[in-house]
């Protein structure tokens, strides 16, 4: 029987190629990093970390080609290799997609518009993002330009009614007066940048003399067994002056070897001595999630690092805050309420307080 909706169903079937399914779901689990010497594609999902299973839940999203593809931060637990695989796969992407990042690059190679939501409005640019940036750019130098004239007519009218007002010219204070109500009327308010850079610091610490973190004859397996270890005889020095950055696919263990440096697991062989001075910070991409929800970030911070311990006024804990980008408001909210980019900058707001001599920072 005729019947619209097992046409659609049927229309829908078709595209989505049951034939080819398998293989397409294969090439994007591939793309997205699954490989048989990393997570096999067959292995199931209870066993795999939290960032794997964001992969898969990418995976079948992209594999559904839907209509409207809803991607909020989808670069998140992407190490290098899939982020540009999925620009590459994005940019071919045929129908409408909608994508929140952090990414610039990401937002560069696969974006065709931008949506800036700004004073609970939306405002809509035609390119991507770096071409958004100039536009916006060129338009805050407008507006300020334009109140800049605004301010300096209103200044040169109001001098000339006070002027004339004392001479006793009141007929010309009285006219040069109602074209001043009028300017006033009509006057914008000063501009109000709607791309700020977010600028931080983390203070200078007591320097240590090297070696402050030393690496000797180390190997590591969780196991313990030579035959799996992951890292085998290394030998590295981490000083003060140290910026390293660590590279490789996932799965390699780079995370792991963080772990070693910040002394959460021991070497299987050799030795790593921290210096007795070193005062060492890790964050890592949990760290936002253990922050008690029912404090306030200027809670947490008093609660971080109490009086007892640290003596500083809760204007200290407010000007640190705000460096970080956090309003008076967001500092009494629950943490609960904030979003993932602010509880991250509440970590950060406290790793800058504890004045470390050695960062370690893993995504």
């Not at 992209?62 to 190490?79: C, I, M, R, V």
Request: proline share 5%; net charge neutral.
């Amino acid at each position: 029987p005729d019947d619209e909706r097992l046409d659609a169903i049927y229309e829908r079937l078709g595209q989505l190629d049951p034939v080819g399914a398998e293989p397409r779901a294969r090439k994007i689990l591939f793309g997205l990093g699954f490989a048989d010497h990393l997570v096999p594609m067959d292995r199931k999902t209870k066993h795999m970390s939290g960032g794997w299973r964001m992969r898969v839940s990418l995976a079948k999203a992209l594999f559904a080609a839907p209509s409207l593809l809803l991607l909020d931060e989808p670069t998140n637990h992407l190490d290098l290799e899939a982020c540009v695989w999925l620009e590459e796969h994005l940019a071919e992407y045929k129908k409408c997609l909608l994508v929140i990042s952090h990414s610039q690059d990401f937002l560069n190679a696969v974006c065709t518009h931008t949506v800036l939501l700004h004073n609970h409005k939306l405002a809509y640019y035609g390119g991507n993002y770096a071409a958004f940036c100039k536009v916006v750019a060129e338009e805050e130098r407008v507006q300020v330009r334009v109140y800049e004239k605004q301010q300096a007519d209103m200044e040169k009218l109001e001098t000339f009614v006070r002027v004339n007002k004392a001479n006793g010219v009141a007929a010309s204070a009285k006219s040069k007066k109602k074209v001043l109500e009028k300017v006033q009327s009509e006057a914008v308010e000063r501009p109000r940048l709607r791309v700020r850079t977010l600028t931080f610091s983390f203070p200078e610490c007591t320097r240590i003399a090297p070696p402050v973190l030393p690496f000797d004859d180390v190997s590591f397996s969780y196991s313990g067994k030579p035959e799996d270890y992951l890292y085998e005889k290394l030998d590295l020095g981490v000083d003060c002056d140290s910026r390293i950055a660590l590279v490789g696919p996932n799965g390699c263990g780079k995370s792991t070897l963080l772990k070693l440096m910040s002394g959460e697991l021991s070497a299987s062989q050799g030795t790593i001595k921290r210096h007795q001075h070193c005062v060492l910070g890790l964050y890592h991409q949990h760290s936002a999630d253990v922050l008690d929800a029912d404090l306030c970030p200027l809670g947490f911070m008093k609660a971080t690092f109490p009086p007892a311990v640290v003596k500083r006024s809760e204007e200290v804990w407010r000007s640190y805050l705000s460096m970080f980008g956090f309003t008076t408001k967001q500092m009494t909210m629950p943490i609960g309420l904030l979003s993932d980019g602010q509880r991250s900058r509440l970590v950060f707001s406290m790793l800058a307080m504890k004045q470390n001599s050695l960062l370690l920072l893993d995504e």
